[in-house]
C-alpha cells in the first residue's frame, strides 16, 4: 500500500465515523419538554452515592434543590467519606427537607463500594421512579421532569439519559472527545431499544429506573461485586423483557468525568478492565487502531508540508500534500459532526488524545494480565 492510499484510508475512516455519529445521533430517541406532566406527577426519589467527594456534591445537590420538578425526594448517601463530603450533604439537609443524608454501612465480603452504598440506600423506597445520580454529574433545571417525560412515552424500565461531556483540563480535552467519538461512533440506539437485541447500554452517571423494574432485576444486590455495574444492570433490564430507552439528554444532563489527567487515567483503566474481559489480546491492536486514526492526519500534514518545502512543486510532493489536507479535512467533519450532534468538542491535540487512551489501553490490559487489583477512590477490587 502506498503512502497515499493509507491516507486516504484514514480519511475515509473520519469520513465514515462522522457520517455514523450524525446518523446514531438521528436514530436517537427524543422526547420534548414542553409536554405537560401528568395531573398527579410520578414520584421520584434521587440517590447520590458520594465518597469523598466534597469538590464535587454540593454543586450537584444544588443542581437537584433547583429542579423544576414537584414531586422530589433527594438521598445523598456517604460512604465513608474521609473528606468534608458528609458535612456539605449535612448542610444542604438542614437548609431543604427533601434532601435526606445517609450513611452507607461498612462495607460486607463481596461487595464493591457503589453497588453497596445505593442497594443500602434504596431498600425502602416507595417511589414511583428512582434515579441513581453521580456526584460529578451537574443537571439543568428541567432535567428530572425531562427523565420522567421520557419514561412515561417509552414506558422503559430503564432510561439512558445521553450527557453532554464536559472537559475543562488540557488531557481531558485530548482524551475524553476521543472516547466520546469511539463511543457514539458504535453505540447504536435501535439495538440498544430493540427487545429483540442482547446489545445493552448502562450509563452509571445517570440511571433512571421504574422502582418496580429496579427490584424486579435485583437490584444493586444483583451486581453487589461488578466493577462496572451500569453495564449489567442494564442487561438484567433487558433479560427481564423492560424496555430499555437511550434518549438524548446533552440539553439537559452534563458530565464531567475527571478533572486531572491522574484521575482520567484511573478511571478509564478501571473502565477499560472490564470492557475487555477476556479478550486482552485486543488491546495492542485497538492502542495500534487509535495512533493510526488519530495521530496520522496532523503528523501527515506537519510532514508534507515540509517534504513540500523542502523538494519544491515536484507531482509527489503537491500529491502528498494534496492528500494529506484531505485527510486532515476529514478529520475535521468528524469534530464538526460532534460538536453539532452532542456539543463535544475535540481540540486541535486530539493527535495527543488517541496516544493517551491508546496507552490507557494498553496499561489497563497489562494490570490484568499480571492479575494486578483494579484501584479505585481508595478501594482496591481484584482482578478480573
Known amino acids: 500500500m502506498s503512502l497515499t492510499s493509507f491516507l486516504l484510508g484514514v480519511g475515509i475512516c473520519h469520513l465514515l465515523m462522522a457520517l455514523l455519529v450524525v446518523w446514531n445521533r438521528a436514530r436517537t430517541t427524543h422526547v420534548a419538554l414542553d409536554q405537560p406532566l401528568p395531573t398527579r406527577p410520578p414520584t421520584v426519589h434521587v440517590l447520590v452515592p458520594a465518597r469523598n467527594e466534597e469538590s464535587n456534591i454540593g454543586d450537584c445537590i444544588a443542581a437537584l434543590r433547583a429542579q423544576d420538578y414537584p414531586a422530589l425526594r433527594i438521598r445523598v ?18 437548609e431543604d ?18 453497588p453497596h452504598a445505593l442497594w443500602s440506600g434504596s ?14 454529574v451537574r443537571l439543568r433545571p428541567h432535567a428530572v421532569r425531562h427523565a420522567v417525560l421520557a419514561a412515561l412515552a417509552t414506558q422503559a424500565g430503564l432510561v439512558n439519559m445521553v450527557p453532554r461531556l464536559l472537559a475543562a483540563s488540557f488531557w481531558e480535552r485530548a482524551a475524553q472527545p476521543v472516547i466520546a467519538q469511539i463511543l457514539f461512533t458504535f453505540v447504536d440506539p435501535v439495538r440498544v431499544r430493540d427487545s429483540e437485541s442482547d446489545f445493552a447500554v448502562g450509563y452509571g452517571p445517570f440511571m433512571f429506573f421504574q422502582r418496580a423494574a429496579y427490584e424486579e432485576i435485583g437490584g444493586h444486590a444483583a451486581v453487589a461485586s461488578e466493577v462496572v455495574e451500569d453495564l449489567r444492570l442494564a442487561q438484567r433490564v433487558k433479560q427481564a423483557r423492560f424496555p430499555l430507552a437511550y434518549v438524548q439528554g446533552t440539553n439537559t444532563v452534563e458530565l464531567r468525568m475527571y478533572d486531572s489527567l491522574r484521575s482520567l487515567i484511573a478511571g478509564w483503566k478501571k473502565n477499560f478492565h472490564i470492557a475487555l474481559g477476556g479478550a486482552q489480546w485486543f488491546a495492542p491492536i485497538g492502542a495500534l487502531l487509535l495512533l493510526l486514526v488519530y495521530a496520522t492526519p496532523p503528523v501527515a500534514l506537519l510532514a508534507a508540508l515540509a517534504y513540500f ?37 475535540l481540540r486541535g491535540v486530539r493527535g495527543l488524545g488517541g496516544a493517551l487512551v491508546a496507552y490507557i489501553l494498553c496499561a489497563s490490559s497489562y494490570q490484568a494480565v499480571m492479575g494486578r487489583p483494579v484501584t479505585w477512590r481508595g478501594r482496591s477490587y481484584p482482578a478480573a
Open 123 to 136: 431498600r425502602d423506597l416507595t417511589s414511583d421512579y428512582v434515579l441513581f445520580l453521580d456526584a460529578d
Open 97 to 114: 427537607l427533601r434532601v435526606e443524608p445517609r450513611q452507607a454501612p461498612d462495607l460486607p465480603k463481596g461487595w464493591l463500594g457503589k
Open 309 to 345: 518545502a523542502q523538494h519544491g512543486g515536484s507531482a509527489f510532493s503537491s500529491k502528498l500534500l494534496t492528500v494529506a489536507a484531505l485527510t486532515y479535512g476529514a478529520d475535521w467533519l468528524g469534530r464538526i459532526a460532534l460538536r453539532a450532534t452532542y456539543g463535544v468538542t
Open 77 to 94: 448517601i456517604d460512604d465513608h467519606s474521609s473528606d468534608r463530603t458528609l458535612q456539605i450533604i449535612q448542610q444542604h439537609a438542614a
